[in-house]
């Protein structure tokens, strides 16, 4: 699968998982430290509308509703047709704190973005969170070579510290972990 195919799996995914939930579900906490279910959809809407910003050298829009789960399915439209634009994946990105980037990065940071969030959201609800995995082994690759500054890992950063998991666990756990979550959260 491609990088763009692989981007719009994970938003699939998340639109899948979303179109189930209830409104008990949107105060429940999320693996995502302080976040509770509507936060993290909240978050999954303003960042795929600032990718989209991003991409097209313009300032993210507001969501077009109140309702995010019509907004993220908005929002994932125009990033995917942002993303598939012409030259996008070679082309060169500002790409928010992390300075000028080639597009197929920029990408690549929001399929793993989303596909952890889409575990993020079962574990919250309470199902099971195991990624496919080809899904997840390909964010597996693409998220070992973040670094471990302050502007991507830790306080403030985009992901927690990694958490240890071991070599011979699943692949979903050790991406989660990876990227800061322990695979055991309860939820």
């Not at 978050?43 to 907004?71: C, E, I, K, N, W």
């Not at 969170?129 to 471990?148: F, I, K, N, Q, S």
């Not at 890992?153 to 800061?180: H, K, Q, Y």
């Amino acid at each position: 699968m491609d990088l763009l195919d692989l981007n719009r799996s994970s938003l699939d995914l998340n639109l899948k998982l979303m179109a189930d939930l209830e409104e008990a579900h949107l105060d429940m906490a999320t693996p995502c430290a302080g976040w509770t279910v509507y936060e993290l959809l909240r978050h999954q809407v303003d960042s795929t509308l600032a990718f989209t910003a991003f991409v097209r050298g313009t300032s993210p829009d507001d969501p077009a509703d109140d309702d995010m789960v019509t907004a993220y399915r908005a929002a994932t439209d125009a990033v995917t047709e942002a993303f598939r634009a012409d030259g996008v994946l070679e082309r060169r990105v500002e790409f928010a704190s992390f300075g000028t980037r080639p597009g197929k990065e920029l990408v690549a940071a929001h399929f793993v973005d989303n596909l952890v969030h889409a575990w993020d959201l079962c574990r919250a609800i309470g199902i099971d969170g195991t990624l496919d995995t080809e899904l997840a082994t390909a964010a597996y690759r693409m998220a070992r070579h973040y670094p471990t500054t302050p502007n991507v890992r830790g306080p403030g950063g985009s992901f927690a510290m990694p958490v240890d998991v071991p070599e011979d666990a699943p692949i979903t756990d050790r991406l989660v972990g990876l990227l800061g979550r322990s695979p055991n959260w309860p939820a």
